[in-house]
Structures are given as C-alpha cells and as structure tokens.
T-cell receptor, first 116, second 110 residues
C-alpha cells in the first residue's frame, strides 16, 4: 500500500491562466501532504505542508497567494498555480504521510508544468 | 540549520562495479530514508533506517545508518544500468520537517 497519484501528469498553459494540480492518496488516509518543486537536475524544494482541514504552512519565499493549497479531505490535496508565468514552469511533486509529519513520505509521480 | 550533505554529487561507473554514496550531517536524525528518482517521475522509497548502526539489504543495495544516527551510506554491488537515477536521502529534522539532501546522480554505463 501507500500509493499516491497526481493529476495531470503534464500540463501546458498560456501565461496568465491558473492551473490546478491534484494529489490523492489512493489506499491510505494522509494526515499530512507536502508540495515540492523540482528544477532540472536538482533536488526537491519544499513549498508547503498541508494538513487536512487547516491552512497550509508555506516555506519562506513561497507566495501563498500565488500557490494556493487546499487539503479538503484526508485523501486529496490540490495546488493551484494562479496567474501562471513562464518562470513557474517546473516539475511539481506531492507526497503524503500516514501519520505524523516526520514519518516516511510517499511521493506522487509528479506534474510537469510548462507555461508559455 | 540542519543539513544533509550527499556525496558524490555525480557518479558514472561501468556496469558490474561497486559503489558507495554517502549522506552526512552534523545533526542527529530519528530516521533516514533513501529514495531513487528516475527522470520525469516522483521519488520512490527504497528504505527507512531508524536504529543507530542498523544495516538493511535490498537485493544488491545495502543501507547503513551510523551509530550516532548522523550519517548513512548506500552501497550498490555489481551495479546495473537499471540502477541509474537520482538517489536522495531524507531525514526528519528537529522542527518535524523532512529535509532532503541534494542527491547523488548515478549513471551506470553498459
């Protein structure tokens, strides 16, 4: 068990539009979900931590009005990139834990966003 | 600030050779995880080590957690092209956040 899915896997959009990415835990309830951004050939950069039913905690330098996170249920978190610009193009990955935040994270397959 | 330093950053070796990658810190971690990530995909958990001095084996991969729980190593025996990927270590920091090392990019030449 511990499967995490993301949708869509790839998205291309025009500058100025908003894009929503879904992260679902398929076979477990995720008390905490994380959103990461990864630039080519680099490691993961944590953007925010979200707990079901509460506001997300954003890392320093991440604009909360730009990257809207909603964690409406124990199996679904969404990341919305608002008014996307080319510099937002990146690989976005979510992960989920079953229990406390410091437990092992299970990652989704990632979403590649290209903003034209 | 707690950091995880991974070395080497890049490693390119011939199929059949052995290799070791390292994950070091000056801080103590309650647990460390190793992940492998292939291009265009999310990281896949390989192992979690919890106890100081612990050794875990996963086929040709051997993971070790340092006695003081500040460092870990991953040893691959008889590397194969399928082992190619980005290897990431991660640990739970004092503020409950998971921190990642910058990764070791491994390329196995056939």
């Amino acid at each position: 068990g511990a499967v995490v899915s993301q949708h869509p896997s790839r998205v291309i959009c025009k500058s100025g539009t908003s894009v929503k990415i879904e992260c679902r835990s398929l076979d477990f309830q995720a008390t905490t979900m994380f959103w990461y951004r990864q630039f080519p050939k680099q490691s993961l950069m944590l953007m925010a931590t979200s707990n079901e039913g509460s506001k997300a905690t954003y890392e320093q330098g991440v604009e909360k009005d730009k990257f809207l996170i909603n964690h409406a249920s124990l199996t679904l978190s969404t990341l919305t990139v608002t008014s996307a610009h080319p510099e937002d193009s990146s690989f976005y990955i979510c992960s989920a834990t079953r229990g406390v935040p410091q437990e092992t994270q299970y990652f989704g397959p990632g979403t590649r966003l290209l903003v034209l | 600030t707690q950091l995880l330093e991974q070395s080497p950053q890049f490693l390119s070796i011939q199929e059949g050779e052995n290799l070791t990658v390292y994950c070091n810190s000056s801080s103590v971690f309650s647990s460390l995880q190793w992940y492998r990530q292939e291009p265009g995909e999310g990281p896949v958990l390989l192992v979690t080590v919890v106890t100081g001095g612990e050794v875990k084996k996963l086929k040709r991969l051997t993971f070790q957690f340092g006695d003081a729980r500040k460092d870990s190593s991953l040893h691959i025996t008889a590397a194969q092209p399928g082992d190619t990927g980005l290897y990431l270590c991660a640990g739970a920091a004092r503020d409950d956040k998971i921190i990642f090392g910058k990764g070791t990019r491994l390329h196995i030449l056939p």
